[in-house]
């Protein structure tokens, strides 16, 4: 074919896509889709199932340390869904074609992302209620357009996850609450931790619309419902509302209802603290991708192990098919 | 796309029945090295909750699909029977349980 006739084949495919999207029809693994759509995805939710796996390391050290049985099976409970939601989202990212190896190794080596807030420490067990409240709570607003996202993996991934996520919102504002109608002590604690955790919550939403590169196409294929302010402000109001329940003052001294908008307004956002730890230079960066790295290096005997079973096993039935096709 | 190397065996597709009776759904996929592994890989992934009365693993390679392109012509024919939907006829006025 010669390089004008391809070029023209493209162009009809991407307007067929393009057409299929904009009907809203999904797109599925053996569809045909456009090289850049594909990589956005694959970005896209590797990153989100990193951030899923990693994300269980601020809470998973709390397990040991909740204060009763009930809390601990909370949390147990919890950084398992999260585990889930990792291999849910792996899965829906292979079928794009890569790897599962592929993608730890990406993550391993720093090369692929997660979410930032996962760089910040958990000091305190009122931190156990801030995620759970804060950052399941900004997570579950960005996943909850994804369930209706145009690549089906993706989209059925987001519903499993999203009817599991809901109740770790709850047990986290559950723990603040408690803590907030406890001793002196107990209510600082928790506002300590809602005041360290409130704002890396409110970047969790991505940089400003003008400032975010990969927006507009994703929108156009329907990989993105709504824009990151548009999220972060629903963000800014579900809290602002919430934590009058709680009775704990708002981090934000800036904020302010604005009846014409019918939002709250909201202070500046520290981008370059963000951008800091996007860079890799968080309080918790090294602290994670070690810890990451660790598992899966102790983890390699098992690995060799189940591997060389497997090699084992099919030999051993082909040895058999062997022997039936001598003795017919 | 590249696949160096692969120590996660191969791909299962899960299939779980909510209740007795009720038909199967696929629920999704998981890696495992044999079949008990991928039963058992397949309870802790995706049954966490509302204990289901049934649970099947398909390896992913085993399953025969339509082919997307093929899927308009391979389906064609259904389409264009409207004698097959009982709204094709008329019910006389007073006729009951038809
Ligand atoms: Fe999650
Ligand atoms: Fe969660």
Known sequence: ?328 | MSQTNNTQGPVWEVFTQKKSGAPFQHAGSLHAFDKEMALENARDLYTRRDKPSGLWVVPATEIVAVSPGDAAPFFDPSDDKVYRHPTFYEVPEGVQNL
């Open chain 1, 1 to 328: 074919m010669a390089a004008s006739e391809q070029n023209a084949l493209i162009i009809s495919l991407e307007e067929q896509f393009q057409s299929k999207i904009d009907a809203d029809i999904r797109i599925e693994p053996k569809d045909w889709m456009p090289d850049s759509y594909r990589k956005t995805l694959l970005r896209q939710i590797s990153q989100h199932a990193h951030s899923e796996i990693v994300g269980m390391l601020p809470e998973g050290v709390w397990i040991t340390r909740a204060p009763s049985l009930k809390r601990k099976q909370i949390l147990l409970a919890k950084v398992q869904d999260e585990a889930g939601h990792g291999l849910y989202l792996y899965a829906a990212a292979e079928t794009l074609g890569m790897g599962r190896d592929d993608m730890y190794e990406e993550l391993h080596s720093g090369k692929a992302k997660y979410s930032s807030i996962f760089n910040y420490p958990s000091s305190s067990w009122a931190d156990v209620g801030a995620i759970g409240w804060l950052v399941d709570g900004a997570a579950i607003l960005n996943q909850i357009p994804i369930c209706r996202c145009s690549y089906g993996p993706y989209a059925r991934a987001m519903v499993r996850v999203c009817k599991e996520e809901s109740f770790h919102q709850r047990q986290g504002f559950e723990v603040l609450l408690t803590l907030a109608n406890g001793s002196p002590e107990q209510r600082a604690m928790a506002q300590d931790a809602i005041n360290r955790w409130y704002w890396p919550s409110v970047m969790m939403f991505g940089p400003s619309d003008g400032e975010s590169t990969h927006s507009e196409q994703s929108m156009r294929w329907k990989i993105k419902r709504f824009s990151n302010d548009e999220l972060r402000q629903r963000f800014v109001d579900m809290v602002a509302e919430q934590i009058k329940v709680l009775g704990l003052q708002h981090p934000d001294s800036d904020l302010k209802w604005n009846a014409e908008r019918g939002h709250y307004d909201f202070g500046a956002i520290d981008w370059d603290e963000f951008w800091n730890v996007v860079k890799g230079n968080g309080p918790c960066n090294r602290e994670r991708l070690e810890t990451r790295r660790k598992a899966w290096e102790e983890g390699t005997w098992v690995r060799e192990a189940a591997v060389a079973y497997a090699e084992k096993k099919k030999q051993r039935s082909e040895s058999i098919v062997t022997l039936a096709a001598k003795a017919a």
